[in-house]
Structures are given as structure tokens and as C-alpha cells.
């Protein structure tokens, strides 16, 4: 049996930032401690994936600056690595000082890496005839090898990632759902409170203040009868749209570079929010018990991790759809609802928003994760009543595992074409 607890705290991280950049920074902090004194120029070699992550969205603590460049000179400045996703949570004035005035050098050289693995990147630093080299492959803060001066200083267990994979593949719904109704809350009871505290902490901010293009608290006040009740201005007569755009609004907030932490699923912050917000808000407004609640956020979580283990961390197909499916997975378990109805959520999901692009991290993911939420809740009342899309039509399959395995077909291998292009459109070739 999967050990589906440390498969939880393995993943709920908590991470300052769009995961991408952060990952690129604790490289560059992991390599210039290595490196043991102030670096002269760098060089990263970085997968399409990573480059489309890191493009468009802001690195925290940097003052509102976007870039690979700046990821990297962030990290190798202010970045302490032993602090994994929260590497710039000790940024200071005086950092950001100093990353203004380096940029200005152009000391880093950026290329596209030949690679394979969505999630990969190179990263060298230089300094008076040292030089150090920290691969990142796979998972945001996973080392691939590092060498210094030439000479190997670390190298991964191929049989231990291996065995993980082998691991995870072997999940499904319906083991899944045994786990949710039977694990001893008090072994994910404190996870799952960092992660409702920071998820939540984060939502209330978007929907309090203009961050980027304020998606999900334009969608609020779509919606909203304007009347202010409690800490949200509160839409009574839709929980759903409440739910959608408070997800956004953290969203908002983490793709503009506010400095607050979220706890993260399946390597992507948003993802993070899109699987937890959902489940507090409708437990809050149902008056849904904790213990229940906690039930169906473990739910919730391992659906998303199960959809993108054959997925992959990151490609062209959008993690919000896999993680809004969780969501709706989730309040679907506290209204009740049992095996069926749940895979039949998943299903209509997947065939009805699964075509959404990833192109890159960026404000307009608020947007995505809205739409996705949207979907997946309503591919939940859809399930509820009898109704769905079956085996046939489209990517569907007989089971819910084997439509599971085909969007994973379909994002991995299907979508490279597409991953290639979107690269291509946003580098302007």
C-alpha cells in the first residue's frame, strides 16, 4: 500500500513565489555557497518549460522584477538555500540594491538547454579559476549532479527516484478514497493547517487589494450583492463563484510577487491553492466539520497528485484543471457523495477543460484557475445527478483510471509539439 501521509508531506511544501523562479534561485543559492566566494559571471542552460515559467512572472523580494536573470542573481545574492521554496524569504534592501546594480553588468548568460525533461536546468558559476555546475532536474529543489571544479561532488540515486516513480504510478481513485476515510488525522493534521492558514492568507489579500490584473476580485464583485459580511465581501447566493474567485485572487497575488508563502501541490503553487481554497471556503459556508474537512482536503490533494504523476510537473497541459478536479473531488466527499460520483467528477472535467494550455506563469493563470474551478464544479453537479461524459467520446475511457492515463498520454507525449510552439511564440521566433 501506498504510503499516501509521506507521499503528503512530501509534496505540501511551503514556497515563496512561482515555483519556477524559486527553483532557479535556490540553484544559484546552493551553487555560490558551494562555489565559497562572490561569483564573477554565470551561466544557465534551462529546459523550454522553465524558461516559459519564468518569463513573465515576478521574483519575490525583488521589487517587481520579472526574469530568469533576475532569479538567478536573486538567489546567488540574497538566497539561502537550506531554506529550500522560501530561499528569498531573507532578501534585504540591501540585496535588492545590489541585484539593480548587476543586472546592469550582464554577467549571466542565459541559452536553451537540449533536454528531455520538462523540469530541468544548468546552472555554472565562476570565480577566479573556480568554477561550480548544480544540474536541478525533475522537482524544484531535486539535484541532479553538481560538480566542482570538474570533480563530481554530488550525483543522484537513479534507483531511488526509480522506486518513487514506480510508487506513485500505482495510485488510484479508489485506494485513494480508502486512505482519505481511514488515516489518523493527527499524522496530517499540522500540513493540512499550514496549508489551509497560508492558502487562505493569501486568497484574502487578492480579494482585498489590486494585485496584477485583479482577476479574482473583479470576478468577486461580478457576483457580490455588496453587502460586507464577516472578512470577504461574501456572494450568498453562489458559494461556486465565490469559491472560483477567491482561488483567482491568490493567484493575483503570488503570479504579482507578494512575498507570502503558499503551501504548494505537485510542484506549483497555484495548483497548491486551486486543491485547498475550495475545501475551506465550502466547509466554512456548509458548516462542514473540521475532521470532514481535513478528510476531503487529503482527497483533494492526492487526487491532483495522481492525475499529474503521469502528467508530469510541468508540460503544455494546465495543472489547474488536474487540481480544480481535485477541488471538486473534495466537496463532493463532504456533501457525501461516494466512488461513483467522484470519478465521474473527475471525467467531466478533464473532458471538458482538458485542452487548456500552459503558457508559462503569468497574471492570466488567475484567470485559468477560475475557468478550471468553474468546470470542475460544475462537472460535479453534472456527476451528482447521473449525468456525464462516456467511454468513447473523445479521451474518455471505460474507467476513470483509464482516462486518468490518457490525459497523462495526452499532456506528455501529445502536447510536445504544442509545449515547443508556445516556447517558440513567446521567445518571438
Not at 488536474?322 to 473534495?330: F, Q
Request: charged share 25%.
Amino acid at each position: 500500500m501506498i504510503c499516501y501521509t509521506n507521499l503528503l508531506k512530501e509534496e505540501l511544501q511551503k514556497a515563496l513565489g512561482c515555483t519556477e523562479p524559486i527553483a532557479i534561485a535556490y540553484g544559484a543559492s546552493y551553487a555560490v555557497r558551494l562555489l565559497g566566494q562572490k561569483p564573477e559571471r554565470y551561466e544557465i542552460a534551462c529546459s523550454g518549460n522553465i524558461i516559459k515559467n519564468v518569463k513573465a512572472v515576478t521574483v519575490p523580494e525583488t521589487s517587481g522584477m520579472k526574469g530568469i536573470e533576475v532569479a538567478v542573481l536573486a538567489g546567488a545574492i540574497g538566497g539561502d538555500d537550506t531554506l529550500g521554496m522560501e530561499v528569498l524569504s531573507k532578501m534585504c534592501d540591501r540585496d535588492r540594491k545590489e541585484l539593480r546594480r548587476l543586472l546592469t553588468d550582464n554577467i549571466v548568460k542565459v541559452k536553451l538547454l537540449d533536454t528531455t525533461h520538462p523540469l530541468h536546468f544548468i546552472i555554472k558559476v565562476f570565480a577566479k579559476g573556480e568554477e561550480v555546475s548544480v544540474e536541478i532536474l525533475d522537482s524544484h529543489t531535486q539535484l541532479g549532479v553538481v560538480y566542482k571544479n570538474g570533480i563530481p561532488y554530488h550525483e543522484p540515486k537513479s534507483e531511488e527516484v526509480k522506486q518513487e516513480t514506480d510508487k506513485r504510478e500505482k495510485m488510484t481513485v479508489e485506494n485513494i478514497l480508502e486512505y482519505v476515510n481511514y488515516v489518523h488525522l493527527n499524522d496530517v493534521t499540522e500540513l493540512l493547517e499550514q496549508q489551509i492558514r497560508c492558502n487562505i492568507a493569501i486568497a484574502e489579500e487578492g480579494l482585498e487589494h489590486e494585485w496584477g490584473a485583479s482577476v479574482g476580485k473583479i470576478s468577486r464583485e461580478m457576483n457580490t450583492t455588496g453587502k460586507k459580511e464577516e472578512k470577504y465581501l461574501r456572494c450568498r447566493r453562489d458559494i461556486y463563484a465565490h469559491i472560483c474567485s477567491a482561488a483567482a485572487a491568490g493567484s493575483d497575488v503570488r503570479m504579482n510577487g507578494c512575498p507570502m508563502p503558499v503551501v504548494i501541490n505537485s510542484g506549483s503553487g497555484n495548483q497548491g491553492m486551486t486543491v485547498s481554497i475550495p475545501i475551506v471556503i465550502y466547509a466554512n459556508e456548509m458548516g462542514i466539520s473540521r475532521e470532514k474537512m481535513y478528510r476531503a482536503l487529503c482527497l483533494s490533494n492526492l487526487i491532483a497528485i495522481h492525475q499529474k504523476t503521469s502528467i508530469g510537473k510541468l508540460s503544455a497541459f494546465c495543472g489547474a484543471v488536474s487540481a480544480a478536479a481535485g477541488a471538486a473531488c473534495g466537496i463532493a466527499y463532504m456533501d457525501g457523495q461516494g466512488i461513483e460520483v467522484i470519478s465521474q467528477t473527475i471525467v467531466n472535467t478533464v473532458a471538458s477543460v482538458g485542452g487548456m494550455v500552459c503558457d508559462g506563469a503569468k497574471p492570466s493563470c488567475a484567470a485559468k484557475i477560475s475557468t478550471a474551478l468553474y468546470s470542475a464544479l460544475l462537472g460535479y453537479e453534472m456527476a451528482r445527478r447521473g449525468n456525464g461524459f462516456r467511454e468513447g467520446e473523445g479521451i474518455v475511457g471505460a474507467t476513470v483510471e483509464e482516462t486518468i492515463s490518457s490525459v497523462g498520454r495526452l499532456a506528455a507525449k501529445g502536447m510536445r509539439g504544442t509545449d515547443k510552439e508556445i516556447l517558440q511564440i513567446m521567445l518571438g521566433h
